[in-house]
């Protein structure tokens, strides 16, 4: 802090022990003008100060030393009712008017508030004998911000008059928006509520009256005639130590119809961390805000109120409104709308600027805009041209940001706390600067304890010595940089025992400056934590708490923990908790940089916590969730001690161990086959050196020798070697196929037989449509094919708009016809609404394929195949592709169809068309031989298809659950999307599909594929399965699956080699069920 009285540190003017100056000058602004001859009320020195509660213009003077004014300007004072302290001084005080050596006579002075805008002071005037005009001396001034002092001169600015003069009607009364109306969105499922009226007392009845006749005349509020739904209840509040109100709505009901509009409303930081290279700040207020947005009369009935002389309502936005914050904000930011360097909270809006001129050019700029919109000012309350502005209680200057000396004083002159109510206002009061403390919690730690509810209040020795440290900590508190976006930045963060620090530092100008401090306290969970745990989750947690600042840009995140940044890296193999913090990492765009624990400023903070748990979004009961599914997830190895223990209690192992010893084996056929091979270790059975495992622990082993993901065959070896059970080979099959994660990765179903397509009635009935494109030239070309005739025709086009597709196809369409139907892919050209409407109205039924599979439009997608192939050629030859593509098509045109045995032109046109060879007229062949020869040609094309491609029919039905094919982004994209999804439908080989957040889409059933689930990881299994010889036992045969009806969706084929199976030859003479 900076003395205003001697210019020294670390004090405050009130204890300065300097003397005081016996002889004082008082002097004007220009050297040769006479303080108390100044009598030119249109001064540009003038300014309007609140003195005492009466208004006054006064001259700053940067020469004067006191304040001082004449004894008429006094006597007007006293007459109006001046708060004040008048007194006669008791020492002899001299002053000297400019080049006079003749002391000016003294009657008296007083000490009284003096204010201009929200800035107050405390001072004292000299009332001098005689008339002159009110002088402001230097100190004064100094304080309010009026004045400010440069190296060779005493400058005076008063902005605010002359922008009074340009702007008349910026200070002129409540103005009122003039670009739009506000809309109340109202709930219409909400019933109107009319609540009875709240009798007001007698004595303020005639306040009420007349604030109301003041708003009607404002042209605020206005009288309702006849019935209202709506009737909101007056709260009524008298202003201390005057006779004036305060009149507001309680408008709790009305709010819970009124649907707000949740514009987002910028926080404080937000707003600082712009005004990064600004020297020179104003800020605005917006008289009477909420009042100078005129709502719709539509809206205007929700604020209906009642009174003891009638009913009324509001014809601008009130407060108490809900959405009222939102919509004032929004408008208020859409009115000063591309104007640089201009912020607003509300009814406060600051400019700022790097110098004078942008900022004179930047506050004219807003001026001018309020005046165009009808907006007006608070003159009391605006600021204007200042190097240090309060805003939103924290002291902006050109440095950064820093505690407002009110909010010192505050704190400086608070008294010792009685009791812990007091104390929590005491740490409440320091709190709101504690950003500018980085050892808050710590220093306030003896206080908090006081706070507790199972502590006495004892206000010893302790809480004295931390009370007076927190005052002097407040009053040399440093400053915070603002952030600059283009600085190189760090992150230093540290682990205590008991707490995360962090530190957010810039490289501003060649200096390292803090720019944000922050610290929280370690759970009880995450104080069990190792070290280098803790220190993991500082790393996490402070890019979490700075995210606004570090995402989106790369920057260092420094430790003091040497193995973090082994750990961070790519290559690291960390633990599972440690993993899933990497994971929240990935967003980032860090180096992790050690350097040494005594250069980490961080390593206080996480000792010197808040002890405030913070509420982050990864919160302790989240934290914890994760950490049980990550241990249920993961199979716990199988002890024997464990298989004992459970083998005692199994009922299946009970009767085994007892047909051990009896050779009995009734009631456990499953184990007679291999009686010869078990024996009993205690509670555990053995088949040879296999364990035996029980029923509840199947499943278990079932995952661990699942893990890595062996396969069948992999966990089938991994499981024979250690243990057995009956059925266990049928169990590994069914847990395999039942395994999410291979299911994802494996191959897809094969694809479904070719569906042959009928030919149509007739030439251009039915015709597809695509686009091909776009090529190197920047040109695509539209392909249109008639399924009949397999004619098409084509369009080279430079734009690839709905409108333009619609033009070409409009054309084609003018020389063949309108078809019967289109058939498309669902590209964003055929899926508007426009060409929506162009077949609704030419009367064309307009089909679209499956998403994601051509092959639905395969003929025009041949088409492409060709002309790519056509253009292609044109292009290495050096050719025009244009005129090449012109030959292959009349070439195409004119010749046999290898499908139809006819040419297209011959069959759309029944004629022939002439080329370049010579040609013999022949007999025409009926339609029907044309049909024929396409069903034949179509039926050998399909069995060398579905021969060549393994086609199967999908077995994939309504109410399956499937899981869905995905594009691939990288390497590690699995083939399938994770989430299975549920059949909803099914038409051909098309299927509808429905995810678990309920949106359908449409897919070819070689896109999906079945999902597989069953209860082996329960541990079942069927007791009385005769257990079947493993590889490497005799051969054996088996019965293969024949389908009792063969339908349409054709015979299941095996995927996986099977063995051959047989009845051993024990059980040749009998019957095997």
């Known amino acids: 802090q900076t003395c205003h009285k001697c210019n020294g540190k670390d004090h405050f003017s009130k204890m300065c022990r300097t003397k005081r100056q016996r002889k004082q000058n008082v002097n004007a602004v220009e050297q040769d003008d006479y303080a108390f001859v100044v009598n030119d009320d249109n001064s540009p020195e003038k300014l309007t100060f609140s003195v005492g509660g009466i208004e006054l213009e006064m001259l700053v003077d940067s020469g004067a030393t006191s304040n001082v004014m ?17 007194y006669v001084p008791k020492e002899q005080r001299n002053l000297y008017a400019y080049s006079s050596a003749q002391a000016l006579s003294v009657k008296g002075a007083f000490r009284c508030e003096i204010k201009i805008g929200d800035r107050t002071e405390e001072a004292e005037f000299i009332v001098i004998r005689g008339n002159g005009e009110p002088l402001l001396g230097k100190k004064t001034a100094i304080k309010l911000g009026v ?61 009420v009256e007349k604030k109301i006749n003041e708003l009607i005349d404002m042209d605020i509020i206005e009288r309702v005639e006849g019935p209202t739904p709506w009737v909101n209840p007056v709260v009524v509040l008298p202003k201390k130590g005057d006779k004036d109100i305060r009149m507001c709505l309680d408008m709790r009901k009305a709010n819970e119809a009124i649907i707000r509009e949740r514009y987002p409303i910028p926080t404080v930081d937000e707003i600082l961390q712009g005004l990064n290279g600004s020297a020179i700040f104003s800020k605005l207020d917006l008289k009477w805000g909420y009042h100078q947005l005129e709502l719709t009369p539509e809206s205007r009935e929700i604020t209906t109120f009642a009174v003891h002389n009638g009913v009324y309502r509001y014809k601008r936005l009130i407060f108490g409104v809900s959405s009222a914050s939102e919509q004032y904000q929004h408008e208020i930011a859409n009115a000063l709308a591309g104007i640089e360097g201009v912020e607003n909270i ?20 807003v001026m001018k805009r309020l005046s165009d919109c009808g907006l007006t000012l608070n003159a009391e309350k605006c600021q204007f041209n200042m190097d240090r502005l309060v805003f939103m209680g924290i002291l902006l200057t050109q440095k950064g940001i820093g505690p407002t000396e009110e909010r010192v004083r505050a704190v400086v002159e608070a008294r010792e706390p009685k009791n812990a109510t007091e104390v929590r206002s005491f740490l409440g009061l320091v709190g709101f600067s504690s950003r500018f403390i980085p050892q808050f919690a710590t220093l306030s730690e003896p206080l908090r304890r006081l706070t507790r509810k199972e502590v006495m209040f004892t206000f010893g020795p302790e809480q004295k010595q931390v009370f007076e440290r927190l005052k002097a900590e407040l009053a040399r508190a440093g400053t915070l940089a603002y952030f600059d976006k283009e600085a190189p930045t760090r992150v230093i963060a540290d682990a205590s025992p008991v707490g995360l620090g962090a530190v957010l530092i810039q490289t501003q100008n060649g200096e390292e400056v803090p720019v944000c401090y922050v610290s929280r306290s370690l ?3 995450e104080r069990r934590y190792s070290q280098t745990e803790k220190e993991a989750l500082a790393l996490v947690w402070a890019c979490e708490r700075l995210h606004p600042y570090v995402y989106g840009r790369k920057f260092d995140l420094i430790t003091d923990h040497k193995p973090l940044e082994v750990i961070y890296s790519p290559r690291s193999k960390p633990c599972a908790r440690i993993e899933r913090w990497v994971l929240r990492l990935q967003p980032y765009d860090y180096k992790v940089v050690h350097i040494a624990g005594k250069q980490n400023i961080a390593d206080s903070l996480s000792r010197l916590l808040s002890d405030t748990t913070s509420k982050e979004v990864h919160k302790h009961e989240s934290e914890e969730y994760v950490r049980f599914v990550a241990v249920n997830a993961t199979p716990k190895a199988l002890t024997t001690r464990e298989v004992e223990e459970v083998s005692a209690t199994d ?59 062996l396969g069948i065959v992999g966990t089938k070896q991994h499981l024979r070697t250690k243990v057995w059970w009956p059925g266990m080979d049928k169990a590994v099959e069914k847990f395999c196929k ?30 597809a449509v695509d686009l091909l494109g776009p090529l190197p030239s920047n040109h695509s070309i539209l392909v249109l094919v008639d399924y009949y005739s397999r004619y098409y025709e084509y369009e080279v086009m430079s734009s690839t708009t709905a409108e333009k597709v619609i033009d070409s196809i409009d054309c084609i369409f003018s020389r063949h016809g309108l078809p019967v139907t289109i058939k498309s892919d669902n590209g964003p050209q055929f899926k508007s609404e426009l060409f929506g409407k162009y077949c609704e109205t030419n009367g064309i039924k307009h089909i679209r394929t499956t998403p994601k599979w051509a092959q639905a439009n395969g003929e025009v997608e041949r088409q492409n195949a060709s002309l790519m192939k056509r253009i292609r050629i044109a292009q290495a030859a050096g050719l025009d592709w244009k005129r090449e593509l012109r030959k292959y098509v009349t070439v195409y045109r004119s010749i046999e169809h290898p499908t139809t045995g006819k040419s297209p032109a011959e069959l759309l046109f029944n004629r022939k068309m002439r080329g370049k060879l010579p040609n013999i007229s022949e007999a025409k062949t009926a339609e029907l031989d044309v049909r024929d020869r396409d069903a034949e040609q179509k039926g050998k094309s399909k069995i060398y298809a579905d021969e060549r491609r393994g086609a199967e029919y999908s077995n994939v039905d309504t109410g399956d659950t499937v899981l869905v094919q995905q594009d691939k982004v990288d390497k590690f994209t699995t083939p399938f999307n994770t989430t299975p999804h549920k059949v909803v439908s099914r038409t051909g080989n098309q299927v509808t599909i429905e995810s678990p957040t309920g949106a359908r889409y449409q897919r070819n059933t070689t896109h999906v594929k079945k999902y597989e689930t069953n209860g082996t990881r329960e541990g079942h299994h069927e007791q009385n399965t005769i257990p079947k010889k493993e590889e490497g036992e005799t051969p054996t045969t088996t019965d293969t699956f024949t389908p009792t009806q063969e339908g349409p969706q054709g015979p299941e084929r095996s995927r996986r080699s099977q063995r051959i199976k047989k009845i051993p030859e024990r059980f040749r003479d009998f019957v095997v069920k």
């Open 70 to 86: 004449g004894e008429n300007i006094w006597e007007k004072l006293k007459a109006k009712k001046i708060k004040c302290h008048s």
């Open 147 to 207: 004045l400010k002092i440069g190296e060779n001169v005493a400058a005076v600015t008063d902005l605010k008059h002359t922008l009074k003069e340009k702007y008349p009607k910026v200070f002129k009364g409540v103005g009122k928006l003039n670009t739009k109306q506000i809309s109340l969105y109202i709930d219409p499922n909400v019933k109107p509520v009319a609540q009875p009226l709240r009798r007001i007392p007698y004595h303020l009845r005639d306040a």
């Open 346 to 365: 509300s009814d406060d809006v600051i400019i700022h600027a790097p110098d004078q001129e942008a900022h004179d050019k930047r506050l004219h700029a």
């Open 523 to 525: 759970t009880d969970c």
């Open 651 to 709: 009922s299946e192992l009970t009767e085994v161990r007892r047909a051990i010893d009896n050779g009995h084996f009734e009631k456990c056929k499953a184990y007679a086959p291999i009686a010869n091979e078990l024996c009993v270790i205690g509670y555990i059975v053995l088949r040879g050196t296999r364990i035996i495992l029980p029923e509840n622990l199947r499943a278990q082993a079932l995952s661990l020798a699942h893990e890595g993901h």
């Open 738 to 767: 039942a395994c999410h994660g291979c299911q994802i990765v494996a191959r897809p179903d094969p694809p479904e037989p070719l569906r042959n397509t009928l030919l149509p009635d007739g030439p251009w009935r039915d015709v």
